[in-house]
């Protein structure tokens, strides 16, 4: 089992760029979520989708979106890339909320 | 609001020194208190957790010590080695409501050989 992967490992945008990270579990979770960590700030939590078919804002929702688009997958889209958003994002997974939750690696997006 | 709040910031430890991480709670429906352990450039790995019918939960090095009266919680890693360095998370969760794991804002905790 690979767990959670998410794509890509890294990537630089310019301010006005969008792009989508893609984020898979294959460990048949029901709850996927979205966070970031900036230094200091510890995981501060984007988005969530509790189960298939339902997505929620988290604590900093703003310049994202997200789409649960199978059981297995969870995307996060940012439309219009800022500085502010350079960070490192992280995806994770769990039977269901509250419960136990199995992060991937991680995508390091530099905005410039 | 920060749910939980974790101190200290960061830790250094001598090589088979005890490493204590604390975190404190409000939310009194809180029942699931995990630990996270995360490396440079990993995603954060679930280390221990443990729940309030009991005061203390041990696996090998590490120790979770739990005060519901004070509504505190604390990780000992017991015998530290350097590759125990790492960023440690506390969490707190309600598992029988729709809430989400709240995280701590992390100790970045460094064993000096």
């Known amino acids: 089992n690979a767990g959670v992967t998410q794509t890509p490992k890294f990537q630089v945008l310019k301010t006005g760029q969008s792009m989508t990270l893609q984020c898979a579990q294959d460990?048949?979770?029901?709850?996927m979520y979205w966070y970031r960590q900036d230094p200091g700030m510890g995981l501060r939590l984007i988005y969530y989708s509790a189960s298939e078919g339902t997505t929620d804002k988290g604590e900093v929702p703003n310049g994202y979106n997200v789409s649960r688009l199978n059981k297995r997958e969870f995307s996060l889209r940012l439309e219009s890339a800022a500085p502010s958003q350079t960070s490192v994002y992280f995806c994770?997974?769990?039977?269901?909320?509250?419960?136990?939750?199995?992060f991937g690696p991680g995508t390091r997006l530099t905005v410039l | 609001q920060q749910q939980v709040k974790q101190s200290p910031q960061s830790l250094i430890v001598q090589k088979g020194g005890i490493s204590i991480i604390n975190c404190a709670y409000e939310?009194?429906?809180?029942?699931?208190f995990p630990w996270y352990q995360q490396f440079p450039g990993k995603g954060p790995a679930l280390l221990i957790a443990?729940?309030?019918?009991?005061s203390e939960k041990k696996e090998g090095r590490f120790t979770i010590s739990f005060n519901k009266s004070a509504k505190q919680f604390s990780l000992h890693i017991m015998d530290s080695q350097p590759g125990d360095s790492a960023t440690y998370f506390c969490a707190a969760s309600s598992q029988t409501g729709a809430n989400n794991l709240f995280f701590g804002t992390g100790t970045r905790l460094t064993v000096i050989p």
């Open positions: 994770a997974s769990g039977n269901r909320q509250g419960d136990t939750q199995y």
């Open positions: 460990m048949n979770h029901n709850s």
């Open positions: 443990i729940r309030p019918d009991v």
């Open positions: 939310n009194t429906a809180f029942d699931y």
